[in-house]
């Protein structure tokens, strides 16, 4: 059986194109078919054959993502729901995510091709805004995210008030420009750079981390995954936003909204060569970093 491959690339990074072009020949000369997403600007370039998303999507037994951890990001998005296999290039600087460094690709693909590697579940998180007592539909809801959930306000408006619950029991109030619903794997991400804990990413935890708190109380919330976390909107702003993994959402916020937050059936699953990659590259790209 051919084993099919999905690529996906950083359009604005040319080196990233140039290592995609590369793997996808490395593939056809190993009897894979590897298969490109129609809008990406590698198959453009190459004028290769591709697939629009829906039937990538359907297609794929594998991707590859050739960039950073925001490219890792959107090829995930294409594979959440059949749960397919993703491993990361990384063309980028930190990558904590795409985990194969660029002298490391070809014994990494022919590890791949042979079924010689680890899988890493990763947990997924998913949301809904509650209006009126009542579920938006359409959209994409629910929202599902590897790294994060962020609310924010407009920079020209007033912070937001935020009332947090846990299974319905008043948790926490306090003004904020925002707020972080974080994964273990987005610990490293958005999270940690509010001030937020590092997390190991096997972990199943939900990271809570105000943005800018305009209180004395400023620390992250660490809940077991099986809470189901309301935030509560207070703010009479017309540009309260929601983004899912760096990608805003058409759907601003309003006073009185409810973002529900819990833990999703899926996961995403991760290919690693590696039992502890997330230490090294905790070591190596971030406490070395500087």
């Known amino acids: 059986m051919i084993m099919k491959i999905g690529i996906v690339s950083n359009n604005k990074k040319e080196e990233a194109i140039k290592i995609a072009k590369e793997i996808h020949d490395y593939l056809l000369k190993k009897d894979c078919m590897p298969i490109l997403l129609k809008k990406d600007v590698m198959r453009k370039k190459y004028s290769l054959s ?13 991707i590859i993502s050739v960039g950073g951890d925001g490219t890792f990001l959107r090829a995930a ?62 959209n994409n809801f629910p929202y599902i995210a590897l790294n994060e959930f962020v609310i924010t306000r407009s920079m020209n408006e007033k912070i937001i008030k935020i009332k947090l619950m846990a299974r319905g029991y008043p948790v926490l109030e306090f003004g904020a420009d925002g707020l972080i619903v974080s994964t273990p ?40 995954p099986d809470n189901i976390i309301d935030i ?50 905790f070591k190596e790209k971030l406490l070395n970093r500087y």
Do not use: W
Request: proline share 3%; hydrophobic share 40%; charged share 25%.
């Open 50 to 62: 591709s697939m629009d998303e829906d039937d990538f999507a359907r297609e794929v037994d594998y």
């Open 185 to 224: 794997t987005g610990s490293t991400a958005y999270s940690l750079s509010a001030g937020g804990p590092v997390v190991e990413p096997t972990n199943e935890v939900l990271i809570i981390t105000p943005i800018c708190a305009h209180t004395l109380y400023n620390r992250s919330l660490i809940f077991k």
């Open 232 to 281: 509560e909107i207070g703010a009479k702003n017309q540009n309260n936003s929601l983004s899912v993994d760096g990608v805003k959402s058409p759907v601003n916020l309003v006073d009185g909204d409810i973002i529900r937050v819990n833990k999703s059936k899926l996961k995403i699953k991760l290919i690693t060569f590696n039992h502890n990659i997330f230490f090294k590259v």
């Open 77 to 138: 998005k294409y594979v959440f729901k059949r749960e397919v296999p993703i491993m990361g290039v990384n063309v980028g600087n930190l990558g904590f995510l795409a985990e194969i460094e660029k002298n490391k690709l070809y014994t990494a693909l022919e590890k791949l091709i042979n079924g010689d590697f680890i899988i890493e579940d990763r947990m997924l998180i998913e949301c809904k805004v509650i209006r009126d007592g009542h579920e938006i539909e359409g």
